[in-house]
């Protein structure tokens, strides 16, 4: 089988705020300014989660260890849509090569990303299930987890438990990484990118997944 270790990093859209709509606060909230205060403070907590959210965001980074690439391993940094464009593309001809993604919660966030941002970008790219059972994306969060969601820990967590100190610790948080268009830390994203990559390679090897 062949496989591809995968992971991206991703940021708020620079327009998120425009796509927001405000929520209904609850009944209780009678005066105008009350409700207007709940709902911009609604609005700001849905801003805040824009990285996250596969219609708000965009990708700033991605990154696979594969054997299979031809040498070419990344990372990708998207500085520009058309940068996110064709790494989109390189991650669509793995799939369509029928690789396995080998991910860390790739089904529940960097699958659906990559697929949604691929459709707001104009990249073909392969239907990929996410379906526990019929996805061709091994992901190990749900592995570790036995699939109980209450019982799911971080990748971080997992490198310090099996004392990976080389690769502690990470150069930028998802928050710092969510910030890159601002701070300009491109290669602390790289680094991030490639320091998780390595971090899953390890992980899918001891769990017997390579």
């Known amino acids: 089988m062949a496989t ?7 940021a708020p859209l620079h327009n998120a705020g425009e796509f927001i709509l405000p929520g209904h606060p609850p009944a209780n909230y009678k005066k105008p300014e009350a409700i207007a205060d709940w709902q911009a403070a609604d609005v700001a907590e849905k ?12 990708i700033t980074g991605i990154q696979i260890h ?18 996110e464009q ?12 029928n690789e396995t993604a080998i991910t860390y919660n790739g089904r529940g966030f ?23 059972y019929k996805s061709p994306v091994i992901d190990l969060m749900t592995l570790l987890s036995d699939h ?7 990748l971080d967590f997992y490198v310090k438990r099996l004392g990976w100190t080389d690769l502690d610790p990470k150069p930028l948080s998802g928050a710092e990484e ?5 701070t300009g830390q491109w290669d602390l994203l790289a680094q991030s990118l490639q320091r998780d990559v390595t971090a899953i390679h390890r992980l899918a090897a001891w769990l017997g997944v390579l």
């Open 110 to 132: 960097d699958l659906p990303v990559l697929k949604r941002r691929a459709r707001y970008l104009g990249v073909k790219f392969p239907d990929i299930s996410t379906d526990k």
């Open 4 to 10: 591809f270790c995968l992971d991206i990093s991703t």
């Open 178 to 182: 969510a910030r890159v268009f601002e």
């Open 148 to 154: 109980d969601p209450q019982r799911r820990r971080s």
């Open 66 to 83: 594969s054997e299979t690439t031809y040498g070419i391993q990344g990372p990708w940094l998207c500085v520009s849509e058309e940068a």
């Open 86 to 97: 064709l790494a989109i593309s390189i991650v669509s001809t793995c799939f369509i090569r």
């Open 47 to 58: 801003l805040a989660k824009a990285a996250v959210d596969p219609d708000l965001c965009r």
